[in-house]
């Protein structure tokens, strides 16, 4: 699937007549004769091709005056996997506006971020995807919105204020607008069986996280729980729990995989991080890929092949906080797991602000590089070479000289990476993984992926292996996690 799918109208067309979910998010399908607009997958009745419009977000549809299908619930669908598969200008606009920051800092603070003019990032957004930054995330106000009102008893100011708009009026027309209905109505058809309940904690919500099929958990799962914190993160009662640092506050958050959904318990501070919440753990989980499209390309290699039919749909785990994984990644250079989660529970303890977290055994925020950069070096229990990665990379996060964020370019992150002190190839792939989320990051130098290719009768030595793996692009990061699954390591498992 490519970029602007919605502009080849018969595939289009295939995928709205066969009601095929893998679509869900890459386009959506306005109707002229009834003024609604639809996920592919709607369960309606196809309309006639002739009375179908393709559009690429749903603030494309609404711009043009159509409103979300009461039936199959467009808003709801999985973002579009473009976002997290590419690194341009449009990709990373969308990412930081997922994050909140028009809604937190408007179109100047998003243009800021992304080193454009304001009108040049109009011109990209609106040739793509039909619709500028604000309207963009007036829709994702509005999705936050209808979350809310069909999920959570919240009163309907604070769901106002929750999903981020200005005045309860205008969280009314909005609503009214996008969904024809009142806010009061969207909540009254939610059948009795499900009608929310006012939360038993303040700020706490309980939510579906929907992704496109299939999804493996244990890797994912199983990776987060292996190299969780103490202190930051736990497996308990199935489901993996970590604290969030947030713009406005913090929160803790419960995810448990379950076949169709995931589930999501959030604990705010402030509601107004919301959305931000969602869109990190979303991000973490991967829940935006495309996994057909990943495991069709990986299956193109016969010694790859076996490995995909096994166990398809395995994500990619990701991060909730970018300045946090990276250093992670320095603390786990030429360590076992166990003594990298030492390491980092100690700064934890040190360094980390303090959560109250009345449910479980979380104690605190991870530091931030700001706390970090201001430790005395002498207190860090590893050798001193790797002391100097660590304080120098903490330093540039701390001032702003190297970012790693929703907004940056990976082939300048990559490139400021490399020329830090301590930071080879298998340290910079680690956090193009994890942080920035390139889904073509690789580590062919890593001994497990070494010791897989070998046993499997693929090149072994880094050069080889690097050579074969281009037919694997660009998803060369999932193929790191098919390779690494042939191992007994606790990181590919489920925890039980």
């Not at 976002?83 to 909140?100: E, F, K, S, T």
């Amino acid at each position: 699937m490519q970029n602007g799918m919605h502009t080849d109208r018969e595939r289009c067309v295939r995928a709205v007549r066969s009601k095929d979910a893998r679509f869900d998010g890459w386009f959506f399908t306005a109707v002229l004769t009834t003024g609604i607009y639809c996920r592919p997958s709607c369960p309606a009745v196809p309309p006639k091709p002739e009375n179908m419009v393709f559009r690429p977000s749903a603030a494309a549809c609404q711009q043009a005056g159509f409103r979300a299908c009461k039936r199959c619930r467009p808003d709801t669908s999985p973002g579009s996997p473009e976002w997290n598969r590419r690194a341009d200008l449009v990709a990373r606009a969308m990412r930081l506006i997922a994050d909140g920051v028009v809604d937190r800092e408007g179109v100047p603070g998003l243009a800021a971020r992304l080193g454009y003019s304001t009108r040049q990032i109009e011109r990209q957004l609106v040739g793509e995807l039909g619709a500028g930054p604000l309207a963009l995330a007036r829709a994702q106000r509005a999705q936050t919105a209808r979350l809310l009102i069909e999920t959570t008893g919240l009163p309907m100011a604070d769901v106002a204020f929750a999903a981020g708009f200005a005045s309860v009026r205008t969280f009314n027309d909005t609503v009214r607008e996008v969904f024809a209905l009142a806010p009061s109505e969207l909540r009254a058809r939610v059948p009795r069986k499900d009608a929310p309940a006012r939360p038993a904690a303040p700020g706490t919500l309980a939510l579906r996280l929907p992704f496109r099929a299939p999804l493996n958990p244990d890797n994912l799962f199983g990776h987060l729980a292996a190299t969780g914190v103490p202190g930051v993160e736990e497996w308990r009662d199935g489901a993996f729990r970590r604290t969030l640092r947030l713009p406005y506050g913090h929160g803790v958050v419960a995810l448990t995989p379950n076949p169709d959904h995931i589930g999501c318990r959030l604990t705010l501070s402030d509601l107004r991080d919301l959305t931000v919440a969602i869109s990190r753990c979303r991000r973490m989980l991967d829940l935006d890929a495309d996994p057909v499209a990943v495991d069709d390309q990986l299956r193109t290699d016969p010694l790859l092949a076996p490995l995909v039919d096994k166990a398809p749909g395995r994500r990619v785990p990701r991060t909730v906080d970018e300045a946090e994984s990276a250093v992670r990644a320095v603390l786990g250079q030429q360590v076992s797991t166990a003594a990298a989660r030492t390491h980092a529970a100690r700064l934890v303890t040190a360094h980390g602000d303090p959560v109250d977290d009345p449910e479980g055994g979380l104690t605190h925020l991870f530091p931030t590089p700001e706390a970090l950069a201001e430790l005395d070096p002498g207190s860090l229990a590893m050798p001193r070479t790797r002391r100097a990665t660590f304080t120098t990379l903490v330093r540039e996060l701390a001032a702003g000289t190297l970012r790693l964020g929703a907004e940056s370019d990976w082939a300048e992150a990559r490139a400021r990476l490399l020329a830090l002190p301590g930071f080879g190839p298998w340290t910079t792939d680690v956090i193009a993984m994890r942080a920035l989320g390139d889904p073509d990051a690789f580590l062919p130098t890593d001994l497990g992926i070494r010791r897989a290719a070998e046993e499997m009768g693929l090149p072994s030595t880094p050069a080889a292996l690097t050579a074969r793996a281009a037919g694997w692009r660009p998803w060369r990061a999932y193929a790191v996690q098919y390779l690494w699954a042939t191992d007994s390591h606790p990181i590919n498992f489920l925890p039980v």
